[in-house]
């Protein structure tokens, strides 16, 4: 049972508009939450995070929202660029399992010139 | 900036080989991952170690051992590949801090079991 969902497998936006990315959790004791950028034949990289302490994170056109009540976050990428054409991959951890990531299935972004 | 390199991009074997997969991180991280990432299911981790000569099962473990004799490698074995095992593989190190953290991956291997 999948504790960390992206229910969206694609999203196909056009360049300059908005992405959203959406991710839903199950467990509660998740308080650390991750996201991954993945290219085909390349490994996952790290995009970025927030923790349960705040409900937005801001890294220059990448934005995540956290909505603990809803166990929703979301990624925004504000104006998209073809270059952003990749997987998205949500990660989440507790604190009392710090080590261990649970991942969602991921989301196939594709920014359309 | 940590480097995890995977020793193969690419990898096709028999049903039955023994396969090797093999990790290096170039820095002094102790906890260190396997991934087998397939479409629609994500990322699933299969063993973990946190230290040399200790290992934690992950997720989906069958099929699969792992080897830590020294820190800077962690190598995942497949005893008699199967066609099931045909998958993206990758490994990852944690790195960072307190709550600050997260995972360094290597670019992965593609393996295919025919």
């Known amino acids: 049972d999948q504790q960390v969902k992206q229910n969206s497998p694609s999203l196909s936006v056009q360049e300059g508009r908005i992405s959203i990315l959406n991710c839903d959790y199950t467990n509660s004791m998740f308080d650390y939450f991750l996201w991954y950028k993945k290219y085909p034949a390349e490994g996952p990289t790290f995009l970025i995070s927030i923790s349960s302490i705040k409900d937005k994170n801001e890294d220059g056109r990448f934005t995540v929202f956290l909505n603990k009540s809803a166990k929703h976050l979301s990624l925004h990428i504000v104006p998209s660029q073809p270059g952003d054409s990749a997987v998205y991959f949500c990660a989440a951890s507790a604190l009392y399992n710090f080590n261990k990531f649970y991942f969602g299935s991921g989301t196939k972004l594709n920014v359309k010139p | 900036d940590v480097k995890v390199t995977q020793s193969s991009r690419y990898l096709v074997k028999r049903t039955g080989e023994k396969v090797f997969l093999e990790c290096v991180q170039d820095m002094d991280h102790e906890n260190m991952f396997w991934y087998r990432q397939d479409p629609g299911l994500g990322l699933r981790l299969i063993y973990f170690?946190?230290?040399?000569?200790?290992?934690e099962k992950g997720d989906i473990p069958e099929g699969y051992s792992v080897s830590r004799e020294k820190k800077e490698r962690f190598s995942l074995i497949l005893e008699s590949a199967s066609t099931n095992q045909t998958s993206m593989y990758l490994c990852a190190i944690q790195t960072g801090g307190g709550r600050n953290y997260g995972y360094t991956f290597g670019s992965g291997t593609r393996l295919t079991v025919v």
């Open positions: 170690s946190y230290d040399v000569k200790m290992k």
